[in-house]
C-alpha cells in the first residue's frame, strides 16, 4: 500500500526554471492538496483541490498552478522558478475536506532555486 | 485573525517520563483538532483526531485533550522513550473558505535515556 508518493525528492532549479512536482495517491480520496514548509512558518496550503476537476487556491498560491484530472493524480506546476519558493513541498491526500479525517501526506520534494 | 500557539522551544524530558505538550488557538472555535508527528526529513504521520465535544481521546500511550474555553488542546506522551523524540503538530479545523486544517509550527520533543 504506497500512500501518497511525491516524485522527485530533490530538485534544484535555477532561477526562472519551470518545472512540475508530482503527487499520485492509491487511496482513493477526494481531497488533495498541497503545503510548503518552511523553517520557522510551519505547513502552509498552496492549493488544494475536492475531486477531479475541481481546484482552488490555499493561503499562498502566487508562483503555482495545479490541475486535477484524474482522481489519483495532482501535480503542482512552478512557471518561472523564484529563489522565495525554495522550500519543502508536501502533497496530503484525505478521505474529503471536512477536518474529520486523518490527512496522509508524502515524504516531500526538497526544492532549492538557485 | 485566528491564530495557534505551539512551545518553540524544545520539550527535553527522561525516558520513562510523562511529554506534555500544549496547543493553544485563538479567535476561532474548532470542531476537530488533530495531533500530527513529524520526524526529520519525513512527511507528518497522523496520530490523533479529539472532536469539540470530546474533552479526552486516549491510544496507547497518547492521550489529547481538548479545552474548547480555554481553547486548548494538550497532548500527552506516557512512558516517553527516545523512540518518540519528534516535532509533533497541531491542527485545529479552521472554518475558513480554503483550508481544512491549519497546522501549527510544531513543538520538538527529545527524550533522552
Known amino acids: 500500500n504506497a500512500g501518497v508518493t511525491q516524485t522527485p525528492k530533490f530538485q534544484v532549479l535555477k532561477t526562472g526554471q519551470s518545472m512540475t512536482l508530482q503527487c499520485a495517491q492509491d487511496?482513493?480520496?477526494?481531497?488533495m492538496s498541497w503545503y510548503r514548509q518552511d523553517p520557522g512558518m510551519g505547513l502552509r496550503l498552496i492549493h488544494y483541490?475536492?475531486?477531479?476537476?475541481?481546484?482552488d487556491q490555499g493561503e499562498v498560491p502566487n508562483g503555482y498552478n495545479v490541475s486535477r484530472s484524474t482522481t489519483e493524480d495532482f501535480p503542482l506546476r512552478l512557471l518561472s522558478a523564484a529563489p522565495s519558493q525554495t522550500s519543502v513541498y508536501f502533497c496530503?491526500?484525505?478521505?474529503?475536506?471536512?477536518?474529520?479525517?486523518?490527512?496522509?501526506f508524502g515524504d516531500g520534494t526538497r526544492l532549492s532555486i538557485l | 485573525s485566528q491564530k495557534i500557539e505551539q512551545n518553540s522551544e524544545a520539550l527535553n524530558i527522561q525516558e520513562g517520563k510523562t511529554a506534555t505538550l500544549t496547543c493553544n488557538y485563538t479567535?476561532?472555535?474548532?470542531?476537530?483538532l488533530q495531533w500530527y508527528r513529524q520526524d526529520p526529513g519525513r512527511g507528518p504521520v497522523f496520530l490523533l483526531l479529539?472532536?469539540?465535544?470530546?474533552k479526552e481521546k486516549r491510544k496507547e500511550r497518547l492521550k489529547v485533550t481538548f479545552d474548547t474555553t480555554l481553547k486548548q488542546s494538550l497532548f500527552h506522551i506516557t512512558a516517553s522513550q527516545p523512540a518518540d523524540s519528534a516535532t509533533y503538530l497541531c491542527?485545529?479545523?479552521?472554518?475558513?473558505?480554503?483550508?481544512?486544517?491549519?497546522f501549527g509550527k510544531g513543538t520538538m520533543l527529545l527524550v533522552s535515556p
Open positions: 496530503a491526500s484525505s478521505y474529503d475536506r471536512t477536518g474529520n479525517q486523518p490527512q496522509h
Open positions: 487511496m482513493n480520496h477526494e481531497y
Open positions: 483541490s475536492v475531486g477531479a476537476g475541481i481546484t
Open positions: 479567535n476561532y472555535s474548532p470542531a476537530y
Open positions: 479529539i472532536r469539540e465535544n470530546e
Open positions: 491542527a485545529p479545523r479552521v472554518n475558513s473558505g480554503y483550508s481544512t486544517l491549519t
